[in-house]
């Protein structure tokens, strides 16, 4: 079921995000974390130096440290404010002291704001030469915010953009997602189940897809987060209850699959023009 990508064969198609961990230590998530890594075989766990003044990387740290370092694929994200020379390094290295690892699986540019991609780049591909990051990429790049990035000489090395996507907010399909298919970037997406900081329908109020999750019974979460990962995209969701996790990876028969798929057409469908990338 949790299948795989090509470009990394031990990165997970569905992962964890950790703002639980905003305060500190959750046992919610620190359980969630341990059943979707030891019994469903999710490998991508997603954080932030933003999350809680680091708290979150310090909580996963913890909760992450009797497993198998290898079978996981840690993402971390550097703010732009910190994003260049004088404090790049520094804050690389104490991401990862935080998290108690020599490396991660993939370093992420949290947002553009004012950050200097001609410095960005470089200290990405320094950070892997000198082994303590794997990958680097990009969060929150709308269309025009990755063609500069592509414009900077190493810029194609970029593996991944990760970015606000879920089946009530699609704009991205039009021009993003096609332009990073182009150069081999994997979408990964954030908010995958919706945002309560952003305004959306409450697709459980919808009854042509709860009649879909009636003929499987299913939850519509399942079926959301299935819909991404169908559509490219590594995909993130974050929840403290072992319950909730269970649903959201239920498995799916196709046939019901597809019911739910011609269903998000007619109630969500594809953008027929560009917008901006909505980015919490």
């Given amino acids: 079921m949790l299948n795989t990508f090509s470009l990394s064969p031990n990165m997970s198609a569905y992962g964890l995000g950790t703002t639980s961990y905003w305060s500190g230590r959750n046992q919610g998530l620190d359980a969630c974390i341990h059943e979707a890594v030891e019994k469903y075989g999710i490998s991508v766990l997603d954080t932030a130096e933003m999350y809680g003044n680091g708290r979150s990387e310090e909580a996963l740290g913890k909760t992450i440290r009797d497993m198998n370092r290898e079978t996981l ?11 260049d020379e004088a404090r790049f390094r520094n804050s690389l290295v104490n991401s990862l002291k935080r998290l108690k690892t020599d490396y991660l699986d993939l370093y992420l540019l949290h947002w553009r704001e004012n950050a200097d991609l001609s410095f960005v780049v470089p200290a990405m591909e320094a950070a892997v030469k000198e082994g303590l990051i794997r990958r680097w990429g990009v969060s929150n790049f709308d269309t025009h915010d990755l063609r500069d990035l592509l414009a900077v000489p190493g810029g194609a090395n970029c593996f991944c953009n990760q970015i606000f996507y879920n089946v009530y907010e699609r704009g991205c399909e039009y021009a993003l997602v096609p332009l990073m298919k182009e150069h081999n970037i994997l979408p990964m997406s954030y908010s995958s189940l919706g945002s309560n900081y952003y305004p959306h329908p409450d697709i459980h109020r919808i009854p042509p897809v709860m009649d879909v999750c009636r003929l499987g019974s299913l939850k519509p979460e399942a079926l959301m987060l299935k819909w991404n990962v169908r559509h490219g995209f590594c995909t993130l969701f974050t929840t403290t209850s072992i319950q909730h996790l269970r ?17 998000i057409e ?15």
């Fill in 73 to 83: 694929f840690l993402v971390d994200k550097i703010l732009p404010d910190n994003a």
């Fill in 247 to 263: 649903d959201n990876l239920q498995e799916i028969p196709e046939d019901i699959y597809q019911r739910f798929e011609q269903v």
């Fill in 266 to 280: 007619q109630e969500f469908p594809a953008p027929d023009h560009e917008y901006p990338l909505v980015k919490i």
